[in-house]
């Protein structure tokens, strides 16, 4: 089955407790993207890939970091988690390197910073 | 940036009647415009798209326009049914920066 898969889907950690969130897609897709999800802020772009070893900053980049050593990978890092990241984020793929095809999307990781 | 705005953020409607969201961007050079649906605890998924060579796209009781003119484009659902009462999101693509921006969201309730 086609999907993009986040681990973990819930997290409760604390300020300063470096974490991944791993997401991996099996669709053979060259765009990757993470957003963070915000109560009336809609969907915010943290980072994306266009392929791999190609990254770049979205909107919302500062506080995270990310990788893309191989196509189906993109892990989302926080290396100094704060609260103000306690969010909703999703990983994201779309088949093309161009941003006129459709994303989708796994499931979602909630993570709360205490 | 590109900013997307939606509106309204909040809109109720009876079952059957139609439903109207509207959407505005500000970079021209957008040429792909999604429209996603996400239910409560779940992932937004790609419900209809349109891209800037096209005005109108139908898919059943959805439709999109787009006006490239005014930078706006809208989603209509007719007939709406219960199932249909999530929160929908716009979003536009800036093809020379490779990024995409959604709009705050739109909360659907269709009341039987």
């Known amino acids: 089955e086609a999907q993009v898969t986040q681990n973990p889907r819930y997290l409760i950690t604390v300020t300063g407790k470096k974490l991944t969130v791993t997401c991996s897609q099996n669709?053979?897709?060259?765009?990757m993207s993470w957003y963070r999800q915000d109560p009336g802020l809609g969907l915010r772009q943290i980072y994306y890939?266009?392929?791999?070893?190609?990254?770049d900053k979205g909107d919302v980049p500062e506080g995270y970091k990310v990788s893309r050593k191989e196509k189906r990978n993109f892990p989302l890092i926080l290396e100094s988690p704060s609260p103000n990241q306690t969010s909703l984020y999703f990983c994201?793929?779309?088949?093309?390197?161009?941003?006129?095809?459709?994303?989708?999307f796994g499931d979602g990781t909630r993570l709360s910073i205490l | 940036g590109e900013n997307v705005e939606q509106h309204p953020s909040t809109l109720s409607v009876q079952e059957g009647d139609s439903a109207v969201i509207k959407c505005t961007y500000s970079?021209?050079?957008?040429?792909?415009f999604p429209w996603y649906k996400q239910e409560l605890g779940k992932r937004p998924q790609l419900i209809i798209d349109i891209r800037s060579n096209v005005g109108e796209k139908k898919d059943q009781r959805i439709a999109v326009t787009l006006n490239k003119t005014a930078k706006h484009f809208s989603l209509h659902i007719t007939e709406t049914q219960p199932e249909d009462s999530a929160v929908y999101f716009c979003?536009?693509?800036?093809?020379?920066?490779?990024?995409?921006?959604f709009g705050s969201g739109t909360k659907l309730n269709v009341k039987p």
């Open positions: 890939s266009m392929n791999v070893e190609v990254t």
């Open positions: 979003a536009a693509n800036r093809p020379n920066f490779n990024k995409f921006y």
């Open positions: 970079d021209s050079a957008s040429n792909y």
């Open positions: 994201a793929s779309s088949p093309s390197t161009g941003t006129n095809q459709p994303q989708h």
């Open positions: 669709m053979n897709h060259e765009y």
